[in-house]
T-cell receptor, first 112, second 109 residues
Framework: NAGVTQTPKFRVLKTGQSMTLLCAQD?????MYWYRQDPGMGLRLIHY???????AKGEVPDGYNVSRLKKQNFLLGLESAAPSQTSVYFC???????????FGEGSWLTVV | SQQGEEDPQALSIQEGENATMNCSYK?????LQWYRQNSGRGLVHLIL?????REKHSGRLRVTLDTSKKSSSLLITASRAADTASYFC?????????FGQGTRLTINP
């Protein structure tokens, strides 16, 4: 059982480049989330989805877009990367709101 | 914001001692969860306590919840080197889980 899988695990981008982080879960969860974690800042919610075809903004959505075309996948896009987006990104999923959240192993993104 | 805030930010104890971490939050909650994060890894769920519960146990973990004070505590008894990690509380509100900044726990052999 793979759980939550994120790709890629590491990526270096130049300022202004675009990229997409892919998250896949095999637990048939309705809810999916993208968080970013910066030193001393804990986890901050970027965007989340409560079901296939839905997305919603979290605490820090600016500069990111998301899509949930399939229930098992949640994509996080950076259209024009900035150094401030250097961070560790975590995808997560849960069956419903308030249930246990299962996290991926993280994606380390550096924007130079 | 209903973000949880952990206290202390860092805690260093000797192996075998008990470790206590606290979490405070600002608004009413449905439940409160504790997670652990080993360095360079994703978060792992430890325990969930519902708003109508006051105490919950899981192995060496004991969690308390005081909704009148909007606070929770996580006690790890008989600590081990493998307990070295960051610990986060997370509160559930409308459709999403909001995390605090975490407590960095170091267990010294």
């Amino acid at each position: 059982n793979a759980g939550v899988t994120q790709t890629p695990k590491f990526r270096v981008l130049k300022t202004g480049q675009s990229m997409t982080l892919l998250c896949a879960q095999d637990m048939n969860h309705e809810y999916m989330y993208w968080y970013r974690q910066d030193p001393g800042m804990g986890l901050r919610l970027i965007h989340y989805s409560v079901g296939e075809g839905t997305t919603a903004k979290g605490e820090v959505p600016d500069g990111y877009n998301v899509s949930r075309l399939k229930k098992q996948n949640f994509l996080l896009g950076l259209e024009s990367a900035a150094p401030s987006q250097t961070s560790v990104y975590f995808c997560a999923s849960s069956r419903l709101s308030g249930n246990t959240i299962y996290f991926g192993e993280g994606s380390w993104l550096t924007v130079v | 914001s209903q973000q949880g805030e952990e206290d202390p930010q860092a805690l260093s104890i000797q192996e075998g001692e008990n470790a206590t971490m606290n979490c405070s939050y600002k608004t009413s909650i449905n439940n409160l969860q504790w997670y652990r994060q080993n360095s360079g890894r994703g978060l792992v769920h430890l325990i969930l306590i519902r708003s109508n519960e006051r105490e919950k146990h899981s192995g060496r973990l004991r969690v308390t919840l005081d909704t009148s004070k909007k606070s929770s505590s996580l006690l790890i008894t008989a600590s081990r080197a493998a307990d070295t990690a960051s610990y986060f509380c997370a509160t559930t509100g409308a459709q999403k889980l909001v995390f605090g900044q975490g407590t960095r726990l170091t267990i010294n052999p």
